[in-house]
């Protein structure tokens, strides 16, 4: 019993002839009557009555039938699903990011990533970058986005370097600088991230090899208050440029700092199994909305 012999029953039973169930499935009608003859053989029973060129349905036709329908609907459901599959309009994907690519960025990915992909179900959890890391390398989600480092022979990582920024209102006199030094923030009230992150010690570094001294007026344990102290005029913050990103349209600008602060993130994948082509397809996405982003916080 093979699937061409059934979609033949299906057709000779609901066409009414073997002629018109030949014409459905564009074949001749010899090769129809030679699928049935197959069928019955292996099923050990006969399907149709023979009378004159005519195919009768036999009782066990008419039982028989609902198992045939019920087989070829699960296979024409296999089928669409492969496709979808293929085409990675199906499937499903488990992210997990930091707290400063979470509130705008990944949302907005996402809509426009399942814009084209209806099917794709995702679930995004939202963490610090430890917990981040700590789950891709328990092999818990498909991808993950997160501060580096991420020195783990369980994770694949794809690293990304980007700058932080300082944020200021648009009217403090360091608005018209194009980039800001050490120098030029001396004596300004300087919002900085706690001494746990990695841009704390890279710019108090900074600070100490121009002399300049290293006094922090606040400090904050994410970017997004920073920056929100900074529009309310608390000081100067140095963020994100994920942060910068969603805080554009606040009474603020963002210009460089000099020398640079890296702000490294990567791209972390379960290392211990493989990805699927909708994880790629993800991060390809993900790389070319970070190219938007940067372009438009440095407009």
């Known amino acids: 019993m093979n ?11 609901t066409e009414g002839s073997v002629t018109q169930a030949a014409t459905a499935l564009g074949v001749t009608q010899p090769a129809v009557s030679c699928l049935i003859a197959n069928l019955e053989n292996s099923m050990g029973f006969m399907l149709f009555k023979r009378h004159r060129g005519r195919f009768q349905p036999t009782g066990e036709a008419e039982i028989f039938l609902e198992e045939a329908e019920r087989l070829l609907a699960s296979h024409s459901r296999a089928v669409r699903a492969a496709q979808d599959i293929r085409d990675m309009k199906s499937g499903s994907l488990r992210i997990a990011a930091l707290p400063a690519a979470s509130i705008n960025f990944m949302p907005r990915l996402i809509a426009a990533f399942t814009r084209e992909r209806p099917d794709v179900k995702i679930s995004i959890q939202t963490r610090t970058s430890p917990r981040v890391r700590e789950w891709i390398s328990a092999q818990l989600f498909d991808i993950g986005f997160a501060e580096l480092p991420a020195d783990d022979p369980a994770v694949d990582c794809e690293p990304i370097s980007l700058e932080c920024l300082c944020a200021m209102p648009a009217s403090h006199r360091l608005a018209s600088h194009h980039r800001i030094t050490p120098k030029d923030l001396a004596g300004e009230p300087l919002i900085v991230q706690n001494p746990e992150h990695s841009a704390h010690y890279q710019l108090k570094t900074a600070f100490e090899d121009v002399g300049v001294p290293w006094a922090p007026h606040m ?30 349209i606040e009474n603020l600008v963002f210009r460089p700092f000099e020398p640079a602060i890296p702000y490294e993130i990567g791209m972390l994948y379960p290392a211990l199994r493989p990805r699927s082509r909708l994880v790629n397809d993800f991060a390809e996405a993900l790389k070319s909305s970070l190219k938007e982003m940067l372009h438009s916080v440095a407009a």
Request: net charge neutral.
């Open 219 to 248: 400090v904050c344990h994410l970017f997004a208050p920073a920056c929100r102290l900074a529009a309310e005029g608390a000081g100067i913050a140095i963020v994100d440029p994920f942060t910068a990103r969603d805080f554009a």
């Open 3 to 13: 699937l061409r012999q059934i979609e033949a029953f299906k057709a000779v039973m």
